[in-house]
């Protein structure tokens, strides 16, 4: 078997030791954990058994640290829809979302829901407008909604086909007559 080429100096141990003390993402955690015991010489499946990975993924991150440094070993999911939008844009659409009501954003003929609170749909609408963003889901709209400060409520679905109270009345007032 090969000697293994990889070895870590103590700054560079004392480097992700620190890192794995500050992170808060479970899966970069493991891949520190794994590349500083690689690094010191364990064998990949004791390293495999106490990270809880596959046998050959401490020789794939360590060489990632070897490119990119801890960089390299970074998570960088972003968590799905929800932060298709930076928090700099999430705090700009809050103080927008408080600004104006929906009738004011968006035409008449682009609204589907007609009341006077954002809705999912208005939301939707407007995220594509102001930020060229549309997400797949309508919780992820529902999530903006609460971290706007907001609370979701079903609008009253009135169909525009159906006849107002007063034309109802009227119509009946008529059969009355005859």
């Given at each position: 078997?090969?000697?293994?080429?990889?070895?870590?100096?103590?700054?560079?141990?004392?480097?992700?030791?620190?890192?794995e003390?500050?992170?808060?993402?479970?899966?970069?955690?493991?891949?520190?954990?794994?590349?500083?015991?690689?690094?010191?010489?364990?064998?990949?499946?004791?390293?495999a058994?106490?990270?809880g990975?596959?046998?050959?993924?401490?020789?794939?991150?360590?060489?990632?640290?070897r490119?990119?440094?801890?960089?390299?070993?970074?998570?960088?999911?972003?968590?799905?829809?929800a932060?298709?939008?930076?928090?700099?844009?999430?705090?700009?659409?809050?103080?927008?979302?408080?600004?104006?009501?929906?009738?004011?954003?968006?035409?008449?003929?682009?609204?589907?829901?007609?009341?006077?609170?954002?809705?999912?749909?208005?939301?939707?609408?407007?995220?594509?407008q102001?930020?060229?963003?549309?997400?797949?889901?309508?919780?992820?709209?529902?999530?903006?909604?609460?971290?706007?400060?907001?609370?979701?409520?079903?609008?009253?679905?009135?169909?525009?086909?159906?006849?107002?109270?007063?034309?109802?009345?009227?119509?009946?007032?008529?059969l009355?007559?005859?």
């Amino acid at each position: 078997m090969a000697k293994r080429q990889f070895e870590l100096t103590e700054d560079e141990i004392a480097a992700l030791r620190q890192t794995e003390q500050r992170t808060r993402d479970v899966y970069e955690l493991r891949r520190l954990q794994a590349v500083r015991l690689y690094g010191s010489g364990v064998s990949t499946h004791q390293i495999a058994e106490v990270v809880g990975c596959g046998a050959g993924s401490p020789r794939q991150w360590a060489m990632r640290y070897r490119a990119r440094g801890i960089e390299g070993l970074r998570s960088h999911w972003q968590g799905g829809n929800a932060n298709k939008l930076t928090a700099q844009q999430r705090a700009d659409l809050a103080v927008r979302l408080e600004q104006y009501r929906p009738d004011q954003v968006i035409s008449a003929e682009a609204r589907i829901e007609r009341g006077s609170f954002w809705s999912v749909s208005d939301l939707r609408i407007v995220v594509q407008q102001w930020y060229g963003v549309r997400y797949q889901s309508a919780a992820s709209y529902r999530t903006l909604l609460r971290q706007s400060r907001l609370s979701y409520q079903k609008v009253e679905r009135v169909y525009r086909s159906q006849p107002s109270a007063a034309q109802v009345a009227e119509f009946e007032q008529q059969l009355e007559k005859k």
